[in-house]
């Protein structure tokens, strides 16, 4: 695996890109019961994102050639993050994307590191908390695995004609 980055997106710039990642996850939206990705979706989320004070959406882009920087990159999944949200120093993930093609391949773990640094050295955060829905098990596993424990908060949303349980899980940071 080689190493990856994460950038802010803009809607000027990145909604292709996105849409792409969008439409490498067909699991994910599987999952979430919609018989194909949404068009338009990349688009939708980079302006409300854009609207919303603290959110962002970050890019996981990796090297093309990792030998040639030249070469440029691909945006291979995204991270839809909120910085003081619920509270002053709390950072909220609203989603974490991995394309498909480089799911279990660290890419996740990798990309979550980077931003745990950043939000703690750069962004002044202290902990940051994740939502997951109850049936996510794979996000679940994933979270636990880089040591986000289970808050004992849950809430309820509607997903399409269904009322779905969040679990909450958080994790200190480390400065």
Do not use: C
């Not at 609207?51 to 920087?69: F, H, Y």
């Not at 993050?81 to 991995?98: F, Y």
């Not at 480089?102 to 745990?116: E, F, G, K, N, S």
């Amino acid at each position: 695996m080689s190493a990856i980055s994460l950038i802010p997106l803009s809607a000027e710039l990145h909604t292709a890109a996105l849409q792409e990642v969008y439409r490498a996850t067909p699991g994910y939206w599987k999952m979430h019961h919609f018989a194909a990705i949404p068009e338009g979706q990349a688009a939708n989320d980079l302006k409300l994102a854009a609207e919303a004070p603290g959110r962002t959406i970050l890019g996981i882009v990796q090297r093309i050639d990792p030998n040639d920087p030249q070469a440029g990159a691909a945006m291979i999944g995204m991270i839809d993050l909120r910085l003081h949200w619920p509270g002053h120093t709390v950072a909220s993930i609203g989603l974490m994307m991995v394309a498909e093609p480089y799911q279990r391949q660290q890419v996740a773990t990798q990309a979550w590191h980077l931003l745990a640094a950043w939000l703690a050295a750069s962004a002044g955060m202290l902990k940051v908390r994740v939502s997951i829905e109850q049936f996510n098990v794979a996000a679940l596993k994933f979270f636990e695995s880089v040591d986000f424990k289970l808050t004992g908060e849950t809430s309820r949303m509607h997903l399409g004609t269904k009322l779905v349980r969040l679990l909450y899980m958080e994790q200190e940071l480390r400065i």
